[in-house]
């Protein structure tokens, strides 16, 4: 099936796609030129899938998708790129939740007073809790809602956020928000969570095209492809850029909500970016080529966007173009350029202004011809 670029959609049905901020997110327009560029591809890969935005563009061509991620909060946000639950379905679950009384644990400390507003932090906990022991679509939908919503702007209008101000796409450090909070003499206000999560689900969903199947794994992508009986058509993925950090700790107010701990962690294990040299790093995506390779269909076609930032003095061009090479599982190079700019949306790096705006950021294209050693 051959698929427009995102102008050709409606807003209304790409809003889902925007459910939550992932840091170096790509914009829809690269996944959806690949299925374009490869019209008979049935089944899609994307073995880094970050916020889903692959899974997505899978789903608006009417295909299913398997996305892999080695950080809860990118496979939580996933999930809800594959889910298919009425606005409806959404609000009774949060309500009922709601009615059920509070449950769990209210995490103490000054952060915590002055993010939220009492009544509306037990109701986030509560969510958070219940939340962490249900498997639905309508709970990973209402999971993804809540990431979503848990910390923005204060806004004059009706709230979209339940926190007190913050940046929607990452977490302040706690010492710092206070302070900012504090010298400004922003008292957190009463937002109650239900309102939120009505308006927002509604927005999201009403027009979200129809989800077409897949799965979203929680791992490391190699160990993961390794357990996969289905084979794929289409991959199309972007691998952590080298150099950059991982921003894991700037997610800690979302990985919070999804069971982890409720202060800053600085663990960011498993990710490849934390490779202790390029050598280890071209490595480690080599290991990733290949085990894509075995789950491949021959004539596949692999989309890679990736970068480097000038701080890491390396050429991103020669550093994937090796790890393709060391994998010597048959996929041939057939296109190297440099990373479009949509005309409407910013560049993948760019959205987190401090790391992106040198990034050198390039595509390659590569097709399965042959077979891994
Ligand atoms: C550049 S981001 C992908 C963003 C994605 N294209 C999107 O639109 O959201 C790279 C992702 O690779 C993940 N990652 C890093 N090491 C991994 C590993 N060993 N296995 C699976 N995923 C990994 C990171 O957690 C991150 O979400």
């Given amino acids: 099936m051959a698929v427009a670029a995102t102008q050709t959609w409606p807003e209304d049905a790409l809003r889902l796609n925007a459910i939550c901020p992932y840091y170096t997110m790509f914009p829809l327009?690269?996944?959806l030129q690949q299925l374009s560029a490869k019209p008979d591809a049935t089944r899609i890969l994307d073995?880094?899938?970050?916020?889903?935005?692959?899974?997505?563009?899978?789903?608006?061509?009417?295909?299913?998708?398997?996305?892999?991620?080695?950080?809860?909060?990118?496979v939580a946000i996933a999930q809800a790129k594959l889910t298919q639950v009425t606005p409806a379905a959404v609000v009774r679950l949060a309500r009922q939740i709601l009615s059920s009384g509070f449950q769990g644990?209210?995490?103490?400390?000054?952060?915590?007073?002055?993010?939220?507003?009492?009544?509306?932090?037990?109701?986030?906990?509560?969510?958070?809790?219940?939340?962490?022991?249900?498997?639905?679509?309508?709970?990973?939908m209402l999971r993804a809602v809540l990431l979503?919503?848990?910390?923005?702007?204060?806004?004059?209008?009706?709230?979209?956020?339940?926190?007190?101000?913050?940046?929607?796409t990452y977490a302040s450090k706690p010492a710092y928000a206070v302070k900012f909070w504090k010298a400004r003499g922003m008292e957190p206000v009463r937002i109650p969570a239900l309102d939120v999560i009505a308006r927002r689900v509604d927005r999201l969903l009403k027009s979200a095209p129809l989800a077409q199947g897949g799965r979203v794994y929680l791992g490391d992508s190699v160990e993961t492809l390794r357990g996969l009986g289905r084979k794929f058509d289409l991959v199309v993925?972007?691998?952590?850029?080298?150099?950059?950090?991982?921003y894991v700790a700037d997610q800690w107010l979302r990985s919070w909500f999804l069971g982890g701990p409720p202060e800053v962690p600085y663990s960011s294990s498993g990710q490849i970016a934390r490779q202790p040299n390029q050598e280890a790093f071209i490595q480690a995506l080599a290991d990733v080529w290949d085990a894509t390779a075995r789950r491949c269909?021959?004539?596949?076609?692999?989309?890679?966007?990736?970068?480097?930032?000038?701080?890491a003095r390396t050429d991103p061009e020669r550093l994937v173009l090796n790890s393709i090479r060391q994998a010597?599982?048959?996929?041939?190079?057939k296109e190297v350029r440099p990373a479009g700019t949509s005309p409407k949306r910013a560049r993948q790096a760019e959205q987190f202004g401090k790391a992106g705006s040198a990034i050198d950021e390039i595509d390659v294209i590569a097709e399965l011809i042959g077979s891994p050693s």
């Fill in 148 to 168: 979503g919503v848990l910390h923005g702007p204060r806004n004059k209008r009706l709230p979209s956020y339940l926190s007190n101000q913050m940046p929607r």
């Fill in 105 to 140: 644990e209210v995490p103490e400390g000054e952060f915590w007073q002055w993010c939220y507003e009492g009544e509306t932090l037990r109701e986030i906990v509560t969510l958070r809790e219940k939340l962490l022991a249900l498997n639905t679509p309508t709970a990973a």
């Fill in 328 to 333: 010597g599982a048959g996929w041939t190079v």
């Fill in 29 to 31: 327009d690269f996944p």
């Fill in 297 to 311: 269909y021959q004539g596949a076609r692999l989309a890679i966007r990736f970068g480097a930032l000038p701080s």
């Fill in 47 to 74: 073995p880094f899938c970050g916020r889903g935005t692959t899974l997505y563009a899978a789903r608006l061509a009417g295909l299913p998708s398997v996305g892999i991620d080695i950080n809860p909060v990118a």
């Fill in 237 to 246: 993925t972007s691998p952590p850029y080298y150099g950059m950090r991982t």
